[in-house]
């Protein structure tokens, strides 16, 4: 069909438009989910100066995401971001991009992966003796301590050495800037960081932190002058000059930023279905028993199959990254449907890896439908927590792995136990990643 025939999806109408912003910022997920209901799986709001279109559709990602990519770049919903995320993989486009995404690549092939797993189990160990030294005490929320222990791995396996203690005010300051971040992406005239307002004057402290912690780290690691980690890769391609200095900056902040609030994400989700699973458990403790009593090595990951199939099942159920956008650069027919140019795209991943269209009893924490045999005949990009096509996550392997073994580790010892009659909220600050937004209050058992 072509775009002169095709008519606009269905979608409610607004004629205030400050009162859809209104609606979608009180509950994004919710708002989707309802509009979804409403007009179906793929939809039309027609909002000035630009128009949203939702889709939950894999074949509609197909289109979006990986065949036409040019004609559907990150956009303008990625271009206010850069203030804070600055130019590195996630928001950069073009030329930039594709060389950048080439140079970083290097870090995450399979074999270099090998070298980096290392790092996981040296933090997944230390993770679980902190927690070890709290086994027998009272409840306490284990998201800070994800969000440690994720900072942990990334610092390691990224900046090559110890420095957890000098990245924690990087992950406070990330935070800070999270209302900046929201009115950005849902505000109609979001004002430039420039003018003086509360929150513009709490973003620039925050950058000031981010952006100088990262110089120093990348200063000393010059010092130190290893090239056998990420940040050595990197620095060697400055000294080659196909990467600026800035650029490198850019780089490293989006590898620790992007790379660790959403495994520590799904690390809390998921411990937090296994203490409410104890089969589940159990099995997950069974994986961790077979490896005896040493830590996991990298040559134990494909034996931790059980523990795999937990955290995508958990991605599943509660994506970080619940969906993305993307701005149509021309006229184009997705489905059926007509997307006008300048619209924003959503592919809205949380509500597709719960459509009852590809999943049996959607809602129900069952991690063995991602075993080959029950997941035979099923669209791959049903689940799609790390997006799809060339700006795919490049962490992706880095961050199943990564899950992965802290869990086995965790469990050859140690147990959680949420407080009883506690229930977590899941859901978004703003219109950042999803989280667990009460906290996960737990206490710790020593299984043996
Ligand atoms: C469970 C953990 C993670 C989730 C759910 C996740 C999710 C995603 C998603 C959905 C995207 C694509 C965004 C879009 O196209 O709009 C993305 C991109 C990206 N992620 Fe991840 N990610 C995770 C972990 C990581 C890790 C560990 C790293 C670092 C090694 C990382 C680095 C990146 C980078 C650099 C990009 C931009 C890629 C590009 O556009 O070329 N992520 N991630």
Request: aromatic content about 10%.
């Amino acid at each position: 069909m072509d775009t002169r025939s095709a008519p606009l999806p269905p979608g409610p109408r607004y004629t205030n438009p400050l009162k859809f912003f209104r609606e979608l910022r009180a509950d994004p997920l919710g708002f989707y989910r309802r509009v979804v209901a409403e007009y179906g799986d793929i939809g039309y709001i027609d909002m000035r100066p630009r128009p949203q279109v939702w889709t939950i559709r894999p074949e509609h990602y197909r289109e979006v995401l990986v065949k036409n990519v040019d004609r559907y770049p990150k956009g303008i919903a990625f271009e206010r971001l850069k203030v804070i995320g600055g130019n590195g993989l996630f928001f950069s486009e073009g030329e930039t991009w594709r060389k950048n995404r080439k140079l970083v690549s290097r870090s995450f092939t399979h074999r270099a992966l090998g070298n980096l797993l290392v790092h996981i189990t040296g933090a997944a160990v230390d993770f679980t003796d902190r927690m070890a030294e709290r086994g027998g005490g009272p409840a306490f929320d284990i998201v800070p301590e994800m969000a440690r222990v994720a900072m942990d791995v990334a610092c390691r396996s990224f900046f090559g050495d110890d420095i957890l203690e000098r990245a924690i005010p990087l992950s406070a300051a990330l935070w800070e800037t999270a209302e900046y971040a929201d009115k950005a992406m849902n505000s109609l005239f979001p004002p430039p960081l420039w003018i003086p307002t509360r929150v513009n004057r709490k973003t620039k402290k925050a950058l000031r932190v981010m952006f100088g912690t990262i110089d120093d780290l990348i200063e000393d690691a010059r010092r130190r002058g290893e090239t056998d980690n990420v940040l050595g890769k990197l620095i060697t391609a400055v000294d080659n000059g196909e990467l600026s200095p800035a650029e490198l900056r850019d780089e490293m902040w989006t590898l620790l930023n992007a790379g660790h609030e959403t495994t520590a994400t799904t690390l809390g989700f998921a411990f937090h279905f296994l203490s409410q699973h104890p089969e589940m458990r159990r099995r997950v403790e069974a994986e961790a028993d077979a490896l005896g009593d040493r830590a996991p090595t990298p040559a134990d990951v494909e034996r931790l199959e059980f523990t795999n199939r937990v955290v995508l099942e958990t991605l599943r159920l509660l994506p970080p990254a619940w969906g993305t956008s993307r701005e149509a650069v021309e006229d184009g027919v997705v489905g059926g449907y007509l997307v006008p140019r300048n619209a924003i795209v959503q592919p809205l991943f949380f509500l597709t890896q719960r459509h009852p269209e590809f999943w049996d009893h959607p809602d129900d924490f069952d991690p063995d439908r991602f075993t080959p045999e029950r997941s035979a005949g099923r669209p791959p990009e049903a689940f799609s927590p790390f997006a799809l096509g060339s700006r795919r996550c490049i962490g992706e392997r880095f961050a199943i792995l990564e899950a992965t073994l802290v869990l086995a580790t965790f469990h050859q010892r140690l147990e959680f136990r949420l407080t009883p009659g506690f229930d977590i909220q899941p859901g978004l600050q703003g219109f950042g990643p999803m989280r667990a937004l009460n906290g996960i209050p737990m206490t710790v058992h020593n299984r043996h």
